[in-house]
């Protein structure tokens, strides 16, 4: 694995958003949601699938902050359309969501 360099790193916008919709996504090969995230007024409105159903209920990740980055290009999974990637911490099938400790302004960068 080669090193990433500091403009490596800059190209990479990552943002804080507020998880406003969870619904099923039972196209998706592997158990997944399909989240609809607030970024605030500059980035707007993402959608994003996610597959963090071992641990996370629909009901607890309405309201929950979370990081993404949201300036990969749309990626098509199954017949949803992926606008961003939301950042968690793997261990093995189970998936724990990447969060700020204090509620913060959505839209925020993270640097």
């Known amino acids: 694995m080669s ?3 500091w403009n490596d790193f800059e190209k990479v916008d990552m ?3 507020t998880i406003t919709e969870v619904n099923d996504f ?3 090969r592997k ?3 399909q989240l609809t995230i607030d970024f605030g007024s500059t980035i707007g409105i993402r959608k994003s ?3 963090i159903t071992k641990r996370y ?6 309201g929950k902050q979370i990081m993404a980055v949201v300036n990969f290009p749309k990626k098509q999974i199954a ?4 606008e961003c990637l939301v950042m968690g911490a793997v261990d ?3 998936v724990i969501l990447m969060q700020p400790s204090e509620k913060i302004p959505n839209g925020l960068k993270i640097s």
């Open 3 to 5: 090193d990433l360099t």
């Open 15 to 17: 943002r804080i958003g």
């Open 26 to 28: 039972p196209k998706a």
């Open 31 to 33: 158990p997944a949601y």
């Open 49 to 51: 699938s996610a597959q």
């Open 57 to 62: 209920t629909k009901d607890e990740l309405i």
């Open 79 to 82: 017949n949803f359309f992926s």
């Open 92 to 94: 093995g099938d189970d």
